[in-house]
């Protein structure tokens, strides 16, 4: 553009001073053609007019003698304007040659070049570069104005930017001047989004007032502006970061990034796209880091494909200037004028006036910026191929590949287009952790992780422990897939879940510990106890939301510091990883530097100071990055060994067809995993000791202790279960207020008790005291005709007639113990029986009432093998049968209640802190000082107890 100013400064101009030079010497030295017939015409200035008449005589000839001289003038001057019609026409076809080079000049430069009514979007033309118009110089002639003004001498230059220099551009716009400043800045991002193809350009815009924000023209595009002063300097420290990262991973070898998106195409390497950082009112708007940042931006970043066009707020004069300077430096900078127009301010031009473009119509920035949001958009929605990332390892997923050094698993593609795998084992990192904000993936890339893991490497080279404590249900699919590498699976888990987890591989560890010294070899690793004949596959602990474990400053807290801690520090050589995963690792402390163990580290889309925590304080690398894109570190967070990636994607149904195949594929391995799924009710058909119990075609011993299997433990241990010996106390009370979770611990413990009890070994009586309007009113009456045991139910009329016929039995029973079976009395609704309601007395009860008939089966019973199990729906309720009622029940079980009434059923508040519905806590006078907290087995269905009745009476 220089060049081409100077052209016409000494070509264009000069050539029309020559030209108008010949013209003017040419008309100086030119005769008039027509002095001899105008000397003939005038009259004889000697000559005086006589008198009237002479005068009349002669005013005919002197008519003639002025109308000639005139057409005779008139004709020397038409001659003189053909001469310089002649003259502007040649100097203005000089002029349209120099317009013409302007113009080419321009076109060269494709879309980006042209007057916004030239922009060409049905053929829409590149240059490749990223040279674009900024506006219009006015270059004139004042000379040549004075002497021709008709003539048209200016020539208005098409100012452009060739951004591939690696300058950046400062329009310096305050007060009034700011709106066109800044609207300049806008036009020249609009025409570098002409300038490449969309998808390789992103656009940021920074704008501390808000005057951007849903306008033209990135109302179509309100991603790319940010208006948040944090969000400002974490997007200037992001891309100063990527300004970084390219320096280190990309351009070596390379001048700039266009230089390597030249060479990356035809070697089949991804290019990288540039970017385009708008800045307005700058410096004053921004904070002291931000301001440093951008100033490195505006001096480096050009090379590295980031354009820095930035609108000066201030105005230049003392400081100012020197801030304006100092970050300037190297940079185009156009200023304002004493006109209120714009100068480029460089000595090359001077003399000339810039005319800055304004914005163009809506419709063209609409056709401008849609397709570049919607490429930016299906480039978002494109995905990393699972099948492409996994067949990257060994024999893609076959259960081929060994796990005697080590296992990986594929987390996405880098920038180079080369796969980044997650990799644990000799010579790699042990454990990782994982972090991602709301929204950036981790879930997402945590079952490509799991999922990738299963397909590579078989059950006996893989076992993994899965604990959500998030509180949602994405391991669940790994539950009831029947994943078989699952060892434990833990949906929606609490802490004291996750501690037993944590406790079980502690234990683990000890065991593979003891394996090795029994060896005779020296071993220390996993291959080297392969290498010995032995067998044991590695162990992959993913703990989703692990930061909750230390939430409370409580023995939990404390377990779980005391396991983990063990676990990272000596998991390596016995073949146990982690993989942790967080939102934040704000409020986590661990013990000696645990963290410190954890070389690996995975980081997605988070905030500036959760980005510093994951990886080092220097290193927030990960604040900036798009939704699914993440940061693989296996160097502790060494801002050096980041590698930016871009995640893979499994579809959730794509994972279930996956994880079924699995599933098909291992059908032969019996395993049995601990699934813990924390709001959902279990059912006893999960309880293994029910399931054996059912299915072994053998019954109780007679004499043996009945089972009683309550539900499943919030810990990594067997179901719940109690005994019901022959001796004082053994009798269930159960208080829930919920009816239904009541009457299912009931119904439950039937269940448990009619597959252990052969018919004739072991008899029943069920009070039913639930109203009428219940609707499982009928169903003790329904149920017991299916079994071939002895039963007898009795209605809320029944109740004194029950009580005396059980103080029978139990008097028979004391007097010939030998021949007694179990006896099993089922009080269902122990609130609704008024007569149960004892009166206040002194001494022993009263055995012919029955309240105190019931008393006396509590204290005498258990001993001779018949047993009570109740439910009330309040402890007040119970109090009101007997002072002493509470204490006769050994075994109690009950939900949520108040803490004075836990106290007084448990000993403990416990019952009180039970935060979730489907809980409840157990005390066993067997385990004095011991409650437990569990999770209660669902209310069985009628069909439980039919498809029972048909095993048991089929010989099961």
Request: with cysteine; net charge negative.
């Amino acid at each position: 553009m220089v060049e081409l100013l100077q052209r016409i400064r000494n070509g264009t101009y000069d050539v029309c001073r020559m030209e108008l030079t010949k013209y003017n010497d040419r008309q100086t030295a030119r005769p008039d053609p027509w002095v001899a017939l105008k000397r003939e015409l005038a009259d004889d200035p000697g000559k005086p007019v006589a008198d009237a008449s002479r005068k009349a005589d002669g005013f005919g000839p002197f008519l003639l003698k002025t109308a000639g001289t005139r057409m005779l003038d008139s004709l020397a001057q038409s001659g003189q304007q053909r001469d310089l019609a002649a003259l502007c026409a040649k100097l203005e076809a000089i002029l349209d040659e120099a317009r013409m080079a302007g113009m080419l000049f321009a076109v060269n430069a494709g879309n980006a070049g042209m007057p916004w009514g030239g922009v060409d979007f049905l053929h829409p033309q590149q240059a490749g570069c990223l040279t674009v118009r900024l506006g219009a110089l006015a270059l004139g002639a004042e000379d040549l104005k004075a002497e021709l003004p008709d003539l048209d001498s200016s020539l208005p230059v098409p100012a452009m930017l060739p951004f591939d220099d690696g300058r950046a551009l400062f329009v310096i716009g305050p007060d009034a001047m700011r709106k066109m400043a800044i609207d300049s800045l806008h036009c020249v991002a609009l025409r570098l989004l002409l300038a490449v193809p969309p998808g390789l350009l992103r656009v940021s815009v920074l704008d501390p007032l808000g005057f951007s924000l849903g306008q033209p023209p990135w109302s179509h595009w309100p991603e790319a502006v940010c208006t948040d002063p944090q969000k400002i300097e974490d997007r200037v420290s992001g891309v100063f970061a990527q300004m970084e990262r390219l320096a280190v991973e990309k351009l070596q070898g390379h001048a700039t990034l266009s230089a390597f998106n030249a060479w990356a195409t035809p070697h089949g390497e991804p290019t990288i796209p540039y970017h385009v950082l708008i800045v307005h009112d700058c410096p004053s708007a921004l904070s002291p880091t931000a301001a440093q940042k951008l100033h490195g931006i505006a001096r480096n970043g050009g090379r590295y494909g980031i354009v820095a066009l930035i609108h000066w707020g201030e105005s230049i004069d003392g400081y100012a200037q020197s801030k304006l300077n100092a970050m300037a430096a190297g940079s185009v900078v156009v200023v304002p004028d004493t006109s209120g127009q714009f100068q480029w301010k460089e000595e090359a031009f001077a003399d000339c006036r810039l005319e800055l473009d304004a914005l163009p119509p809506p419709d063209v920035m609409r056709r401008i910026v849609l397709p570049v949001v919607e490429a930016w958009q299906a480039q978002s929605a494109k995905t990393v191929n699972f099948e492409e990332a996994l067949k990257d390892i060994g024999q893609g997923g076959a259960w081929k590949e060994s796990s005697a050094t080590g296992v990986r698993a594929p987390l996405g593609v880098a920038e180079t287009g080369k796969l980044v795998h997650l990799e644990f084992g000799e010579g790699k990192g042990t454990h990782g952790l994982i972090i991602g904000g709301t929204g950036s993936g981790k879930s997402s890339l945590m079952h490509v992780i799991i999922t990738a893991l299963a397909e590579t490497y078989s059950p006996d080279e893989l076992q993994l422990y899965l604990i959500d404590l998030k509180g949602g249900v994405e391991f669940k699919r790994y539950a009831t897939s029947r994943l078989p590498h699952v060892a434990v699976v833990a949906i929606d888990c609490e802490r004291e879940f996750a501690v037993s987890a944590l406790e079980a591989l502690c234990a683990e560890m000890r065991r593979r510990m003891e394996l090795y010294r029994a060896s005779t070899a020296d071993i220390t690793s996993i291959a080297m106890y392969r290498k010995a004949g032995g067998s044991l596959p590695r162990i992959l602990l993913v703990m989703d939301e692990f930061q909750k474990l230390f939430a409370e400053g409580d023995d939990i807290a404390e377990r779980a510091k005391s396991a983990l801690d063990g676990l990272l520090k000596e998991g390596r050589g016995f073949g146990i990883h982690g993989l942790l995963g967080t939102q934040s690792l704000k409020g986590v402390t661990l013990r000696g530097g645990s963290l410190e163990q954890i070389a690996v580290r995975v980081v997605l889309q988070c905030s500036a100071e959760d980005s510093r925590d994951a990886l080092a304080q220097d290193n927030a690398a990960a604040k900036t990055l798009p939704r699914y894109h993440g940061i693989y570190n296996d160097q502790q967070g060494q801002k050096s060994a980041n590698i930016q990636f871009k995640a893979a994607y499994l579809p959730p149904e794509e994972n279930g067809i996956r994880l079924s195949a699995l599933a098909t594929r291992s059908s032969d391995i019996k395993r049995h995993a601990v699934v813990f799924e924390g709001n959902a009710k279990p059912a006893i058909g999960t309880c293994l000791p029910y399931a054996e119990m059912t299915a072994r075609g053998r019954w109780l011993e007679r004499g043996a202790a009945s089972r009683l299997w309550l539900g499943e433990p919030v810990s990594i241990q067997p179901s719940v279960e109690v005994l019901l010996e022959s001796q004082r106390g053994r009798s269930l009370l159960t208080i829930m207020q919920n009816p239904d979770e009541g009457i299912s611990m009931l119904l439950n413990s039937l269940l448990a008790l009619f597959v252990q009890h052969k018919p004739g070994n072991g008899s029943f009586t069920i009070l039913n005291l639930l109203k009428a309007t219940h609707q499982m009113r009928d169903w003790p009456e329904k149920i017991c005709p299916m079994f071939d045991h002895q039963i007898e139910v009795f209605n809320p009329e029944g109740v004194g007639s029950m009580l005396s016929a059980l103080v029978d039995e139990l008097k028979s029973r004391m007097q010939s113990p030998a021949l007694c079976v179990p006896h099993f009395a089922v009080v269902i609704g122990l609130q609704y029986a008024r007569e149960l309601r004892a009166k206040e007395t002194y001494g022993e009860p009263d055995i012919n009432s029955p309240a105190g008939a019931l008393l006396y089966l509590l204290k005498e019973g258990p001993e001779h093998g018949l047993h009570i199990l109740a439910w009330c729906d309040m402890l007040s309720n119970v109090t009101r049968c007997g002072r002493g009622l509470l204490d006769e029940f050994g075994v109690r079980v009950a939900g949520k209640m108040e803490q004075s009434d836990s106290m007084n059923v448990f000993g403990s508040p416990v019952g009180a802190r039970l935060r979730c519905a489907n809980r409840a806590v157990l005390f066993d006078d067997a385990s004095p000082g011991v409650v437990q907290v569990f999770r209660p087995y669902d209310l069985p269905a009628f069909s439980d107890f039919e498809s029972l009745s048909v095993r048991l009476r089929e010989g099961r």
